[in-house]
């Protein structure tokens, strides 16, 4: 089971990312799935996520209106689009999925999760 998180970089303020994670070893269908990033001095904490089997998805509040998470099964892929980037989006972001029964928005917690990709470092500066 591996996560492969893709597409982190460098951009600038108000400009747009998509990150990617691809999944080996398992079928992402059944699979709760989420993004998290961690900033430097911070824990990590959840920035959207997708329940498994069409169900719903969550983000947070400092995101919601400009991110938008989405996946395609078929690919065993997730993608979060970061839109109006800003420099407190600034964090490494991880992806994580998780075959466990969630509940509402428990795909926003990490501690829910067993799988996790490696990271993709995301900066905003100019």
């Known amino acids: 089971v591996q996560l492969q998180a893709s597409g982190g970089g460098l951009v600038q303020p108000g400009g747009s990312l998509r990150l990617s994670c691809a999944a080996s070893?398992?079928?992402?269908?059944?699979?709760?799935v989420g993004w998290f990033r961690q900033a430097p001095g911070k824990e990590r904490g959840g920035v959207s996520c997708s329940n498994s089997g069409g169900g719903s998805t969550y983000s947070s509040n400092s995101v919601k209106g400009r991110f938008t998470i989405s996946r395609d099964d078929a690919k065993n892929t997730v993608y979060l689009q970061m839109n109006d980037l800003k420099s407190e989006d600034t964090a490494v972001y991880y992806c994580?999925?998780?075959?466990?029964?969630?509940?509402?928005?428990?795909?926003?917690?990490?501690?829910?999760?067993?799988?996790w990709g490696q990271g993709t470092l995301v900066t905003v500066s100019s």
């Open positions: 070893g398992f079928g992402f269908g059944n699979y709760n």
């Open positions: 994580a999925a998780s075959d466990r029964t969630f509940f509402g928005s428990d795909c926003m917690e990490p501690h829910h999760y067993e799988h």
